[in-house]
């Protein structure tokens, strides 16, 4: 709050400092640190840190394992006497995590200041705990010590996540309270999935972005405009975990290879419904995709405006507005759960819509493989970014989809594309007129 303040508070506040607390201040974290690099309170035994690119991650764990080895003064004990530092390689644990600009080095106060024992690959604070490096490449070398705490760096990009995981699990037996802190960037690896979800472990977050007062705005325009708008950009500077799952029908990489930034114009345009079978606050999400075909055959993903948590009038407005909103020519609506009261519904709000609805008679899987098909020949592009509706794409695959709940935005995305693109759905298509 004061370093956000005016200057004359500012002034004020050092002011009436003594020598000693000015000194120190530069060292106080908990005073500068942003939220999502302090640790979160309760019982933990591992505390994983999201974030982005430049999001502060490495300054949160060097300024942890501090938290953990120093006293109140210099020579006195702190909670923790042995730790490991674990990187993907030593060269990265000794660069980064310990010389590194927001490293232990970088962050230590002159009087509590470590040495660095380059022959033991080791950090020795003046109250006598140690830090021992160790390579993410050599697991083995984890068989034997054993530690109070641990800051493991980079977990998510370990070539032998697993193995060396594992072992430091069984390092962790010092104390009453051994604690770990994690700081990665996420990626779809199982080790960090299956730490995600222990009950023991806590997660803080942050995007590249929250940290930009201390990011060169140059760095930021370029990685923004380059990456902002694809998955890459998602995982890497928003720190979002992306699932993909084996035997996708859509990939990321796909996807992201289609993207186009501006509106191009269509010669046709549907919105697609896949209405939940119930409604209310815990009902499934309502699907409701807008796309259009182009002149030369293509079609593009124009929005995903899907709702949740609303009753039938609700999710039919939603998909009214939509139909409105992009001068579409067409709405589809799945109605194998609602059958006639689908139509009656989208027509107590609006009779003007040209309506049409569509009833599914094989798997949601089938049904989309020929859609997912038409994006292996570059048949479609995504314009912008439609985040929750390219996570499950990526989580349906041949054998059905992996993801939580219904996949309601794919399969809004499917009968807008089949509409569109595929002729008459291998369905019996129920047409109405006004």
């Not at 124009?302 to 579409?328: F, K, M, T």
Request: charged share 25%; with cysteine.
């Amino acid at each position: 709050m004061i370093a956000s303040g005016p200057r004359k508070t500012q002034e004020t506040f050092l002011a009436d400092l003594g020598e000693e607390a000015l000194l120190a201040l530069p060292y106080l974290f908990e005073f500068w640190a942003m939220d999502h690099q302090l640790p979160p309170e309760g019982d933990w035994r591992s505390w994983v840190i999201l974030g982005g690119r430049g999001a502060g991650k490495t300054r949160a764990g060097a300024e942890w394992v501090r938290a953990q080895v120093e006293g109140n003064r210099a020579t006195d004990p702190g909670r923790a006497r042995r730790v490991a530092l674990v990187g993907e390689t030593f060269d990265q644990v000794r660069d980064v995590m310990v010389f590194g600009d927001s490293g232990i080095l970088a962050c230590a106060p002159p009087d509590r200041r470590p040495v660095w024992e380059a022959g033991k690959r080791r950090l020795v604070w003046p109250n006598g705990a140690e830090a021992k490096a160790y390579s993410a490449q050599e697991p083995e070398a984890l068989r034997g010590p054993q530690f109070d705490a641990a800051w493991v760096d980079e977990l998510a990009k370990w070539r032998r996540a697993d193995e060396t995981w594992d072992m430091l699990q069984f390092c962790l037996r010092l104390g009453d309270d051994p604690r770990q802190c994690v700081t990665t960037t996420p990626r779809n690896v199982g080790v960090l999935k299956r730490l995600l979800n222990m009950p023991s472990t806590v997660t803080t977050h942050a995007t590249t972005l929250d940290n930009r007062a201390h990011l060169a705005a140059s760095f930021l325009h370029e990685i923004l405009s380059r990456y902002g708008d694809t998955r890459l950009g998602q995982q890497e500077l928003q720190g979002c975990l992306l699932d993909e799952v084996d035997g996708a029908l859509w990939t990321r990489a796909m996807i992201d290879g289609t993207r186009v930034s501006e509106h191009p114009a269509a010669a046709r345009v549907v919105v697609a419904v896949d209405p939940p079978v119930t409604g209310g606050r815990n009902a499934d999400t309502c699907g409701i995709v807008v796309a259009g075909v182009l002149p030369d055959g293509s079609a593009v993903v124009i929005e995903d405006c899907s709702v949740q948590g609303l009753g039938p009038n609700g999710w039919a407005r939603a998909a009214i507005a939509a139909y409105h909103r992009h001068d579409a020519d067409r709405l589809v609506a799945e109605v194998n759960q609602g059958g006639d009261m689908v139509e009656e519904i989208i027509r107590q709000e609006d009779r003007t819509v040209s309506y049409r609805g569509v009833h599914a008679s094989r798997g949601k899987s089938v049904r989309a493989e020929p859609v997912a098909a038409l994006y292996e020949q570059g048949r479609v592009a995504h314009l912008g970014l439609h985040a929750e509706l390219e996570d499950q794409m990526c989580q349906m695959a041949i054998s059905g989809f992996h993801g939580q709940g219904s996949p309601d935005r794919v399969d809004a995305l499917v009968w807008a594309l089949t509409e569109l693109m595929l002729g008459q759905p291998r369905a019996t298509p129920q047409v109405r007129s006004v």
